[in-house]
């Protein structure tokens, strides 16, 4: 994710960035730490000996092809700070303009929630995501479910149910346990649930995460971690909207803040975005139903997955 020779400048920029309102929170210092550690695989790195970064050092420091991996770090630990105040947004949006990020989704939605509400915010967001959803859809089906469903689809769910008759341990078979052990309803049957949670939970399956708060949350890192694409922050950004800062839900999600002080949380994703860098293949982006007769493990060999624990 960060070239070794610009970690320590990185790290001084993301201390910078949450030394406000009398200095970071520990949620912030916890997230922080576990990716230093855990992500970067640097656990003699001490935060405490690495003097913080000011937006014009940190431009200086950072060279152009780190300086968006260092924004997305630095708009996770903002929305990391409960609640978001003033001055945490303030101090981000001038780093975010010195590394020449300004415009992105993960300044304007925290803009939004800290200036006009979580409803504002919430609609930002909806609008980077709708640009977003093509690059985020199973490719088989995109063509013929290309947005939010009207109605239940029942043919769309029978598609999907018949996987589970596939041998048991294919990644067919195993996408719709993780429905059934997590009590969900397979798309198509639910118009709530559209056909973009195909590849979302194909992903759940082969990255090894359940459909927990924290579990999303690590699923979005690893997949931005593997390819930093569009779409892929853009959904790292979702995941955080509904599970962290608490703004995003509708009638199949329920905001929550804080997720990722629980413990283990911060380690969790931390280890999640040292996953994607290990990956071989964007297994998010491929061909999941075409794949559905392979074995699961197979599927993870293919594009290079390494084991959830550590």
């Known amino acids: 994710m960060i070239d070794d020779t610009a970690l320590e400048p990185v790290v001084g920029m993301l201390l910078g960035v949450i030394d406000v309102d009398g200095g970071a929170t520990d949620e912030?210092?916890?997230v922080l730490a576990a990716i230093v550690a855990g992500a970067w695989q640097r656990p003699d790195l001490d935060l405490d000996a690495l003097d913080p970064l000011d937006p014009?050092?940190?431009?200086?420091?950072i060279p152009d092809g780190t300086r968006r991996r260092a924004y997305e770090l630095m708009v996770l630990l903002e929305l990391c700070r409960h609640p978001l105040t003033q001055a945490q947004e303030s101090r981000a949006e001038e780093y975010a303009a010195a590394l020449g990020e300004s415009a992105d989704a993960g300044v304007a939605v925290a803009r939004d929630l800290v200036r006009q509400g979580a409803e504002a915010a919430m609609a930002d967001y909806m609008r980077y995501a709708d640009a977003a959803t093509p690059g985020m859809q199973e490719p088989s089906l995109k063509d013929a479910y290309p947005g939010a469903l009207d109605e239940p689809d029942h043919e769309l769910a029978a598609r999907l149910r018949a996987l589970h008759d596939l041998p048991r341990g294919t990644l067919g078979n195993q996408y719709v346990e993780f429905y059934r052990r997590n009590g969900?309803?397979?798309?198509?049957d639910d118009p709530h649930m559209p056909a973009v949670f195909v590849a979302h939970?194909?992903?759940?399956?082969?990255?090894?995460y359940e459909p927990t708060g924290q579990g999303e949350i690590a699923l979005g890192a690893m997949q931005v971690s593997i390819a930093d694409t569009e779409p892929h922050w853009i959904g790292f950004l979702g995941n955080l909207a509904?599970?962290?800062?608490?703004?995003?839900?509708?009638d199949t999600l329920t905001a929550k803040q804080a997720t990722l002080?629980?413990?283990?949380?911060?380690?969790?994703v931390a280890h999640a975005m040292w996953r994607g860098t290990q990956c071989t293949g964007d297994f998010t982006t491929a061909d999941h139903l075409a794949m559905a007769e392979l074995e699961l493990e197979e599927v993870r060999a293919r594009y290079g997955v390494p084991p959830v624990a550590g």
């Open 28 to 30: 912030q210092r916890a």
């Open 201 to 208: 939970d194909m992903c759940h399956v082969i990255g090894g």
């Open 56 to 61: 014009a050092a940190s431009a200086a420091a």
């Open 184 to 188: 969900l309803t397979l798309p198509g």
């Open 261 to 268: 002080t629980r413990s283990g949380a911060p380690e969790l």
């Open 242 to 250: 509904v599970h962290e800062a608490g703004f995003l839900s509708n």
